[in-house]
């Protein structure tokens, strides 16, 4: 409970110039930390010993500061004033007011390609705080507040050609648990004998087309998964085979968790890409860092191939 009298308590500038010169011995260093000049921090010490009533620092020409035994008793008691007033949270922002970005994206592109690399955008951007959200693709159903959107989808009925993020290319992917259990694929025919794992977001047809096999059908056995992120984890469970974004699986083919069938590659018929709602200067700063991030990734993977 704070007294009920008028207390004549010193200035927090004044506590913070004491502190500082204590602790490096100068009131030149101390100026620069505080920057400031020596002058002034010298001006806030005086008037904190007039108003104290004693001397704290005492002054020695060439050599420095050293503290008065009342200097020696006061230091610590404002020390730990100053820690609690640091430990307030409100006290820990940047003196620069920062921007908050919401961005709803596809859970998978969200899982495997954007939060591994959102501590570089932190790291460049710590102005701007993130807030991260997840859409249902195949229902449509996307954050109504979100700034910005990473949508899965046509080109250019549901995302402009500016917009896109990847180009990316599908292929058959396997564990090698699943492979153990069957015979060696030696022919892409030979792949309609294992399970093939079905989503509504990527039909099995343009792949089976490009490998001559136009008269196969899709997939009718197995649970239907409407989301790519669950299709490459009953991939990786031995379930069955993936027919996957290689970008989205990258980690799991560096790590031999999942393993390329064959060679063939096909382009994805619908993209990823990025749709600005409300346009600002953090808005235009991920985008401009999510599309580096992105051609970073192909160029990645077309040295890779």
Known sequence: MLPTKPTRLPSLDALLAFEASARLGSFEAAAGELALTASA??????????????????????????LT??????????????????????????????????I??????????????????????????????????????????????????????????????????????????????????????????????????????????AAGLADAPEPEDGPRLVDLGLTLAAALAGQGVALARLSLARHELAEGRLVQLFALTVPAERHYGLVCHRPSPAAAA????????CRALAESSSASA
């Open 41 to 66: 921090i010298a001006k806030r010490i005086a008037g904190l010993e007039e108003r104290l009533d004693q001397p704290l620092l005492q002054r020695h020409s060439g050599k420095g500061l050293s």
């Open 69 to 102: 035994p009342a200097g020696h008793e006061y230091l610590p008691q404002v020390r730990q004033a100053l820690t609690l007033l640091l430990a307030m949270p409100q006290h820990q922002r940047g003196s620069r007011p920062r921007e908050r970005l919401r």
């Open 104 to 209: 709803s994206s596809t859970p998978t592109f969200a899982r495997q390609l954007l939060v591994p690399a959102l501590p570089d955008f932190g790291a460049t951007h710590p102005e701007v705080e993130l807030e991260l959200t997840l859409s249902v693709p195949l229902l449509a159903e996307g954050d109504a507040g979100a700034d910005l959107e990473i949508r899965h989808g046509a080109v250019p009925a549901e995302i402009a050609p500016e917009q896109v993020l990847l180009q990316d290319r599908l292929a058959p992917l396997a564990a090698p648990a699943l492979l153990a259990r069957h015979a060696p694929l030696r022919t892409p025919a030979d792949l309609l004998a294992l399970p093939l794992l079905r989503t509504p977001l990527q039909p099995w047809a343009p792949w089976l087309r």
């Open 286 to 293: 991920f985008a401009a860092w999510l599309h580096g991030h």
